[in-house]
């Protein structure tokens, strides 16, 4: 790319997530307000497995989320040593009480148990992660379903930022169950037309370039340089990676005092899976962090409040 067009660019847009993610919690709890006016309160069960610091801080901070819009919320701890049955009874248990309207396990599983069936014995209807094949299947037919938080976020950001996608040519990197799977079916039912990237791409960059919109969840940064990617497309970086060595949070952003500051209080920094510099060549995109990360715990929050509604047939099944 020459010169001339970097300086004919604009700026690029930055999508802000928290922003967004503010916008879908306040009318969530407009959401929540009305069923209690109604005498439901919807509910979320987290389970959390074993003591795994990481995971205990995404759990703490959906159930504040949850206190915030005045859903219930319920912690269940079983210990690490937990059996495969055993949690298959505690999600039988959750699965019949109906003042429990979603359904959450927390990721990743001690080894031992299997991940697959546990995830597959929570009710379709209290899913509220969207990971039960039978959303899976919905989301793919293009039906009603509980969709996964993360892509859900991505679509809703885009929407809600007036990014055209019908029509535009959307690349996914990555082909996880989570993320990039459904990423990629959701933009096909916004009428995008997509092409999946993973690990056994030839030549990624051969795609990437082409993109109007470009989803990269693969966990690698800089996987993304700014020569893989099409001046004025719109980047949605997903990944999320944590660097720790001073020098190459220098190398990453020369001159970025906020970062650097944060970097020095907290001894890491987050970055995705885009090169900095390649977001100067984008109309928009979102940051990390900042951007999709701040969207999963809205929609989880819209994710129980829809499923609040779908079980007592307040909206379409
Ligand atoms: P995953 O490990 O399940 O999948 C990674 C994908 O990347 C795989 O499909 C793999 O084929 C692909 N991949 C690996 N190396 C590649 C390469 N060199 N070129 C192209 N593709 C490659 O991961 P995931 O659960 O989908 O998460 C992906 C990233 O998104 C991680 O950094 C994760 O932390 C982050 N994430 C963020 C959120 C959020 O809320 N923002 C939620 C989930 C995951």
Redesign the pocket.
Known sequence: MSDMTVQEMQAARVLDGVAVAAEIKAEAGLEVAALKAQGIQPGLAVVLVGDLAASGIYVRSKRKTCAELGIYSELLTPDESVTTEEMLALIAGLNARDEIDGILIQLPLPRHVDTRRLLEAVLPEKDVDGFHPVNAGRLQTGRPALAP??PA?ILEILRRSEIEVHGKYAVV????????KPAAVMLVNASATVTV?????PD?ARYTREADILVV????PE?ITPEMVKPGAVLID????RITDAAEVERLFPGDAARAEGFQKRGSTVV??IAPEAFRLASAYTP?PG??????IAMLMQNTVTAAKLRRGLVMG
Do not use: K, P, Q
């Open positions: 938080c993360t976020g990197v990555g082909r996880s169950n989570i993320v990039g990237c993973h690990r056994f791409t990624l969840a693969v966990g690698r996987l997903v990944g999320i990676n995705g899976d990390v951007g999709v990360g701040a969207l999963t």
